[in-house]
């Protein structure tokens, strides 16, 4: 069971480093005005979203599924894990939301301008802190 946990961090980590770094591509890309810079930026999100991100996603959610089966009845009573499944969900979302956006920007009709990849790009901060909370301190018992 703790080689599935630890697996499980590492890709949970892989992928909020992706959620952290896409969006700050983005800050970037959105105030870029040069051909050769939009095509590396197009070039980076590409290989950050479908090489590491969404990999990562996958396989976080493999081994988080995992750690669920060794007492599945007890997490899904519990208040804690509820509202992490939650979190998780809306990071699912904002995951598809950052893929929107990378078409978007592929097809160069990006729509939004720098600042708001700025406080978009916070999002998932927030999610992190609460999600850790909630499974290490527990702090709503079943």
């Known amino acids: 069971m703790l080689w599935v946990k630890a697996w499980h ?3 949970m980590v892989s ?3 992706g959620l952290f770094y896409l969006p700050r591509l983005y800050v970037y890309h ?3 005005d040069d051909k050769p810079s939009i095509e590396r930026f197009k070039v980076m999100e590409r290989k950050l979203f479908y090489g590491i991100m969404t990999p990562a996603m996958i396989a976080t959610f493999i081994f988080g599924i995992w ?10 009573s519990q208040t804690w894990f509820q509202i992490k499944a939650a ?20 097809d160069d009709k990006n ?3 720098h600042v ?10 927030f999610a992190l802190i609460f999600i850790v909370i909630l499974a290490i301190v527990r702090p709503f018992p079943g």
């Open 111 to 113: 729509p939004h301008g």
């Open 9 to 11: 961090l590492i890709f």
């Open 30 to 32: 959105a105030m870029s």
């Open 116 to 125: 708001y990849f700025r406080f978009f790009n916070e999002l998932p901060v």
């Open 87 to 106: 979190l998780l969900v809306l990071l699912v979302i904002y995951h598809g939301i950052c893929w929107k956006q990378l078409i978007a920007f592929r």
């Open 67 to 76: 750690l669920l089966t060794y007492n599945w009845d007890f997490y899904w």
């Open 15 to 17: 992928w909020f480093a």
